[in-house]
């Protein structure tokens, strides 16, 4: 776990019934890359259905499964099973149920997963730009 409150270099490591947990302070951004390689599972229960979730994202590629929330797009890229699972913000029953699958199978966890292609943020933009282009192509140019 990431406490932002912390100083960077804290650590300290506990258990969640059998399940050994970390604990650390801030990551700069040029430590995230190893973050996410010494880390099993990244959990990201974004509250916020942001359009890119960067967190979700990163740990992906740096081979973590993810657990993400399926608000907006901070879980868009997850394949239940293969890099990640879902859940609903509103269901906390769901996420229980992906903390206790990884107690139950921790092995599964500890193997990196193979990333899927990821929506990049200049796709993201040349989707943007596309749907702009179409409305003002039908309702004429933008007023300033």
């Known amino acids: 776990m990431v406490d932002?409150?912390?100083?960077t270099g804290f650590s300290r490591t506990g258990r969640w019934n059998a399940t050994d947990t970390r604990t650390v302070g801030y990551v700069s951004a040029d430590?995230?890359?190893?973050?996410?390689?010494?880390?099993?599972?990244?959990i990201?229960?974004?509250?916020?259905?942001?359009?890119?979730?960067l967190v979700s994202r990163?740990?992906?590629?740096?081979?973590?499964?993810?657990?993400?929330?399926?608000?907006?797009?901070?879980?868009?890229?997850?394949?239940?099973?293969?890099n990640g699972y879902t859940f609903s913000t509103d269901r906390l029953?769901?996420?229980i149920e992906l903390l206790r699958e990884l107690e139950r199978?921790?092995?599964?966890?500890?193997?990196?997963?193979?990333?899927?292609?990821?929506?990049?943020v200049e796709d993201q933009y040349q989707e943007l730009r596309s749907m702009y282009d179409q409305?003002?192509?039908?309702?004429?140019?933008?007023?300033?």
């Open 31 to 42: 430590k995230v890359a190893e973050f996410y390689q010494n880390a099993d599972v990244v």
């Open 93 to 95: 029953d769901e996420l």
């Open 105 to 120: 199978n921790p092995e599964k966890f500890k193997t990196l997963v193979k990333p899927v292609p990821l929506r990049t």
């Open 135 to 144: 409305v003002i192509a039908i309702h004429g140019h933008a007023q300033t």
């Open 58 to 82: 990163e740990a992906s590629l740096c081979g973590c499964w993810v657990f993400a929330s399926s608000l907006g797009a901070t879980g868009n890229h997850i394949v239940p099973g293969l």
């Open 4 to 7: 932002h409150s912390r100083r």
């Open 44 to 53: 990201v229960p974004s509250l916020w259905p942001e359009s890119f979730n």
